[in-house]
């Protein structure tokens, strides 16, 4: 069964920190992958993706992620949070013939801290 | 910056009644999207939509549910006789070209079946 993993529900951690949110699909065909971030109060928005060539991309605000196959992760990282970086984090995939149905992880909570 | 739109952000209504969530996509786009998230759960897709036809749907969108783009403007998901497990987050996507894999969501109408 197609499925998206995401390791930590929850994440709390001062600013400067630096941050990792692990992601790992189950999937038996190509796909694209994705993180959304939905920051407090605001609609769901696109952070970064991938669908081919190098495997470690970067997307706004500083954020970047690493396409590993043999792992079937994408897990998203950042040197040193904000505070404005406190919102809920979703990986999600889409088959490559089918871009719109996003399948969604269940989202990390992260809160940075002062 | 153009926006997708839903209304009502918030809406109780009985078991059994009709209920119609609406969506303003953002004007040039192409491809209007469902997805749900009941509290506590995954968002989950329920249904695309392109060229005034239902392009793909999943499970979830039986029979009780359908969408319409009765104007150029306004793109709708109707559930026929809601259920408590209705009750749900329901947000509206949209995209210019399907290929980007970006989706622009609109903040969500939260439903509330008693």
């Known amino acids: 069964a197609q499925s998206v993993s995401q390791h930590n529900h929850h994440v709390i951690l001062s600013e400067a920190a630096s941050l990792e949110l692990g992601c790992n699909y189950s999937?038996?065909?190509?796909?694209?992958l994705f993180w959304y971030v939905q920051y407090p109060g605001q609609h769901l928005q696109l952070l970064l993706k991938?669908?081919?060539?190098?495997?470690l991309v970067k997307g706004i605000k500083g954020f970047e992620a690493e396409f590993i196959k043999s792992k079937f992760s994408f897990n998203l990282r950042k040197p040193s949070v904000q505070w404005s970086d406190t919102a809920e984090y979703f990986c999600a995939v889409t088959p490559t013939d089918s871009w719109g149905k996003l399948q969604f992880g269940a989202g990390t909570q992260v809160v940075v801290t002062p | 910056e153009p926006e997708v739109t839903q209304t009502p952000s918030h809406q109780v209504t009985q078991m059994g009644q009709e209920v119609i969530l609406r969506c303003v996509p953002i004007?040039?786009?192409?491809?209007f999207y469902w997805y749900r998230q009941i509290l506590g759960q995954k968002v989950e897709f329920l249904v695309s939509?392109?060229?005034?036809?239902?392009?793909?749907k999943s499970e979830i969108f039986d029979d009780q549910f359908s969408v319409e783009r009765p104007d150029g403007s306004n793109f709708t998901l109707k559930i026929r006789s809601t259920k408590l497990e209705d009750s749900a987050m329901y947000f509206c996507?949209?995209?210019?070209?399907?290929?980007?894999?970006?989706?622009?969501f609109g903040e969500g109408s939260r439903l509330t079946v008693l």
């Open positions: 996507a949209s995209t210019r070209l399907a290929n980007t894999g970006e989706l622009f």
């Open positions: 991938y669908f081919s060539g190098d495997p």
């Open positions: 939509f392109y060229n005034n036809e239902i392009s793909e």
């Open positions: 004007s040039n786009h192409l491809y």
């Open positions: 999937y038996g065909g190509t796909v694209n």
